[in-house]
């Protein structure tokens, strides 16, 4: 995905680049194509540190599941056995 928006974005800059403006226009294109190019880095950044978060929540919440389980089963066979 990030290769596609690289080969957009580049493409497009060489197309402004090579398309006969002012250098006025072509400098406020590049601000517009910079910008807009910035805003993408961001959202993907943002969707991808979102994503990895809720991965690392949902993971420590199994984790804590499987402990309490162990501790519940560890309880149990302790009583059977007349360990506690």
Known sequence: MMNFIK???IGFILGILLAPDSGAATRRKLTRIGTDIRDDVEDTYTDISNSVADKVSQIKDEANELMHTGQQGYSSFAS?????
């Open 7 to 9: 080969g957009l974005s």
């Open 80 to 84: 059977s056995q007349g360990r506690l």
